[in-house]
T-cell receptor, first 109, second 115 residues
Framework: DAKTTQPPSMDCAEGRAANLPCNHS???????VYWYRQIHSQGPQYIIH???NNETNEMASLIITEDRKSSTLILPHATLRDTAVYYC??????????FGKGTRLSVIA | KAGVTQTPRYLIKTRGQQVTLSCSPI?????VSWYQQTPGQGLQFLFE???????NKGNFPGRFSGRQFSNSRSEMNVSTLELGDSALYLC??????????????FGPGTRLTVL
């Protein structure tokens, strides 16, 4: 079973920041937080991952709370192409990804 | 670098037949994982191969099997197909090692329809 809880759906206006929350209150010290997204019927796309510190790359930022029990994925300027299902996954390295139901993000023009 | 490639992209089979799907990982990646995605069960892990050995296995019946070749390419086979095997089958590859190099990158998937 997935170890994360995400809202089933969210809307975001185009051009605004999309903030996707994830709860992982039972996370262990050696588990990383990974984010993937899946655009309809395509393979999941890796976005970002982190352990304790906040992370940023060209796609997004990942903010992890100090107690590591929750995190937020931030897409700074959402576009229509960011409409997808976003999955938050906690995982020890070299283990399978366990996908939950994710958050369906709809970016609205 | 080329991404993960999967062939064929679409496949139609009938009940009772068997099917083989192929996955070519990103160059240099040694780990290949397979996942099944259905509307009812979501994305589920099938198995993982690393250096031609199965390292992890999900909760699927023995009809689902796989293998990995010395060049890291992988195949999965489903025997005695059932209607419920209709799904998107996804392959992911990773370098293996530290978390930074262990990120899994997915292919586009093979859409299998069982009639």
């Amino acid at each position: 079973d997935a170890k994360t809880t995400q809202p089933p759906s969210m809307d975001c206006a185009e051009g605004r920041a999309a903030n996707l929350p994830c709860n992982h209150s039972t996370i262990s010290g050696n588990e990383y937080v990974y984010w993937y997204r899946q655009i309809h019927s395509q393979g999941p796309q890796y976005i970002i991952h982190g352990l304790k510190n906040n992370e940023t790359n060209e796609m997004a930022s990942l903010i992890i709370t100090e107690d590591r029990k929750s995190s937020t994925l931030i897409l700074p300027h959402a576009t229509l192409r960011d409409t997808a299902v976003y999955y938050c996954i906690v995982r020890v390295e070299n283990t399978p990804l366990v996908f939950g139901k994710g958050t369906r993000l709809s970016v609205i023009a | 670098k080329a991404g993960v490639t999967q062939t064929p992209r679409y496949l139609i089979k009938t009940r009772g037949q068997q099917v083989t799907l192929s996955c070519s990982p990103i160059s240099g990646h040694r780990s290949v994982s397979w996942y099944q995605q259905t509307p009812g069960q979501g994305l589920q892990f099938l198995f993982e191969y690393f250096s031609e050995t199965q390292r992890n296995k999900g909760n699927f019946p023995g009809r689902f099997s796989g293998r990995q070749f010395s060049n890291s390419r992988s195949e999965m086979n489903v025997s005695t197909l059932e209607l419920g095997d209709s799904a998107l089958y996804l392959c992911a590859s990773s370098s293996h090692g530290t978390a930074s190099t262990d990120t899994q990158y997915f292919g586009p998937g093979t859409r299998l329809t069982v009639l």
